[in-house]
């Protein structure tokens, strides 16, 4: 029975994970979760910690639905005030039930409920979130990254557009709703060998709303940055000689993007699969799920060693890094 802690960034979440369910694959007993909307900008660090640390008490309570035989806490990657309010209430709910905890690689979650909730076998995996955009695949029971953005996340350019917009936080809904009536401009496409790069197409973008609708700029810069994605997301496809793809992460919500790598993967004999909605944006049920998985494999620390890592990468060996600390 495991509970879990979520708070990379703007969402604090919890869950409970029961592995005795559905003939050992185990069943999601709770999901909770609430997000800091910052009323301008962007997500400001302390006032995010500041929303996770007033509704941490309310959401644990209701998602603690079973008394817990680990906890497991998102250890990284994140914003560093989040972070820590996440590992001092793991660590606090370690003591207080005197179990152990689990640290847990927030990217590699996403994807290990994509791989449990979807039943992909083995993948290109595509994370794509606001802080993360990754061509990832799992070799040698090893998670590697094949392609990346060389600077701003996908997710978080879709964001900044939608701040420049007036649309609000988190962007991806109004710029999706924005882009079903827009028209195509052509916009710079930044793809380099497996990795690739938005900084460049958002600011085009952006300069872009002084002349043009924001309909046909939101509709431009989707179609521009999503098939750069899912030509990258292609090749590793080749290189690998793989059959499946599987997107994850907030940005997986996105029904426009979907639609192109189901054309993709159409046209290359490859089956796509997206994460269920509930599980593509942060939330608690990953963490405790990839608990399970870690606990299983025989890896857990005592609530005084806790710690956190905010630039945490999906192929780090976490047992060797709560090791060297």
Known sequence: MIFSIESTAHTFGAGMFDATKSKGKGKILSNVFDMYRPKEGGIHPRK?????????????SEAMVEKPDAIAYSCGPGIGPCLKIGMLAARYLGNKYKVPLVPVNHGVAHMEVGLWSTKA?????????????????????????????????????????????????????AIEELAKSGSFIEMPYAVKGMDLSYSGILTYARRLLAKHKAEDVAYSFQEHAFAMLVEVT??????????????????AKNKRLSEMYQVMCEERGAHFMVVPKEFAGDNGAMIAYNGFINLKKGFSIKPKDANYFQNLRVNTNLPSLFESV
């Open 234 to 251: 292609e090749r590793a496809l080749a290189h690998t000689g793989r059959d499946e793809v599987l997107l994850v992460g907030g940005v």
């Open 48 to 60: 995010a910690s500041e929303h996770h640390v007033k509704l941490a008490g309310k959401i644990i």
């Open 121 to 173: 076998k083995n993948p290109i995996c595509v994370y794509v979130s606001g802080g993360n955009t990754q061509i990832i695949g799992r070799e040698n029971r090893e998670w590697k990254i094949f392609g990346e953005t060389l600077d701003t996340a996908l997710g978080n350019a879709i964001d900044k557009l939608a701040r420049d917009l007036g649309v609000g936080h988190p962007g991806g809904p």
